[in-house]
C-alpha cells in the first residue's frame, strides 16, 4: 500500500502535468532544487509548509485539492479497483461511446500495475482539468 506522502507526490504530479507545467519549472516556481522536487512527488520528502503554500499558488490550486486523495486510490495491490476507477472517470470525460470503449479496452489490457496507476492519474489530471 502506499503511504500518505507517495499519495500526497502522486497528487501534485498529476496535477502539474494537468497544467502542463514541467517539474523543473514548478521546482523554480516555488523555489526549491529540481531533485528536491523529484523527491516530493515519488513520495520520498514532503515539502515544508511554505514550500505547500508556493505549490498551491504556483499550481492555482487551493490545499484542499493537493490533499483530495484516498491512500487506496493509490494502493498497488488493489489493480482491479483501479480499473473501475478509472472507467467510471473515462465515462465523464468521453465525447462518445466508441472512445469510452477504445480507453477501456486499453485499460484492461494493462497488465502493469505501475502503467495502471499512472493511466490512473492522468485521468484524474484530465477531469481537474476539465473543471
Not at 503511504?3 to 497528487?11: H, I, L, P, T, Y
Not at 532544487?33 to 514532503?46: A, D, L, T, Y
Request: aromatic share 6%; proline share 2%; charged share 30%.
Amino acid at each position: 500500500m502506499t503511504n500518505f506522502k507517495e499519495a500526497f507526490g502522486a497528487n501534485v504530479k498529476m496535477i502539474r502535468k494537468s497544467k502542463g507545467i514541467t517539474q523543473e519549472k514548478l521546482s523554480e516556481m516555488i523555489d526549491i532544487h529540481p531533485r528536491q522536487m523529484s523527491k516530493i512527488e515519488n513520495g520520498e520528502h514532503f515539502p515544508s509548509a511554505k514550500s505547500l503554500e508556493k505549490i498551491c499558488i504556483s499550481l492555482g490550486v487551493s490545499p484542499r485539492v493537493l490533499f483530495d486523495f484516498k491512500i487506496d486510490d493509490f494502493d498497488t495491490d488493489s489493480s482491479n479497483k483501479n480499473i473501475s476507477l478509472l472507467i467510471n472517470s473515462i465515462a465523464k470525460i468521453a465525447k462518445n461511446d466508441s472512445q469510452t470503449e477504445f480507453i477501456k479496452l486499453a485499460a484492461d489490457a494493462l497488465s502493469n500495475k505501475k502503467s495502471l496507476n499512472e493511466l490512473y492519474l492522468v485521468i484524474k489530471g484530465m477531469l481537474l482539468a476539465k473543471k
